[in-house]
């Protein structure tokens, strides 16, 4: 089984930054895609960012505020957040997909107000 465990959530005000990180544990053999994910009150679930082998993908409403980064000897992925605006409040959740599935973190909240 796999675990992911989130941290880096929070308050904070408009322009701001925080850096979200989730670690990955258990049984990893091999890492396809890590990302980031997000759910904000009454919308679906959409994505971030992703980071694979090949490169990083980004949503386009967090081109040149976000950026995504992972170690790979700590199975570990980051989201540095700038220029945070009240629209991105939502909860983050972290993704994981490798050989055996697919796995969630359990998600932290980023809430983005004056």
């Known amino acids: 089984q796999v675990q992911l465990v989130e941290s880096g959530g929070g308050l904070v005000q408009p322009g701001g930054s925080l850096i979200l990180s989730c670690a990955a544990s258990?049984?990893?053999?091999?890492?396809?895609?890590m990302g980031w994910y997000r759910q904000a009150p009454g919308k679906e679930r959409e994505l971030v960012a992703t980071?694979?082998?090949?490169?990083?993908n980004y949503a386009d409403f967090v081109k040149g505020r976000f950026t995504i980064s992972r170690d790979n000897a700590k199975y570990t992925v980051y989201l540095q957040m700038n220029s945070l605006k009240p629209e991105d409040t939502a909860v983050y959740y972290c993704?994981?997909?490798?050989?055996?599935?697919?796995?969630w973190g359990q998600g932290t909240q980023v809430t983005v107000s004056s």
């Open positions: 993704y994981l997909h490798v050989g055996t599935g697919h796995y």
């Open positions: 258990g049984r990893i053999f091999s890492i396809n895609v």
């Open positions: 980071i694979t082998r090949d490169g990083t």
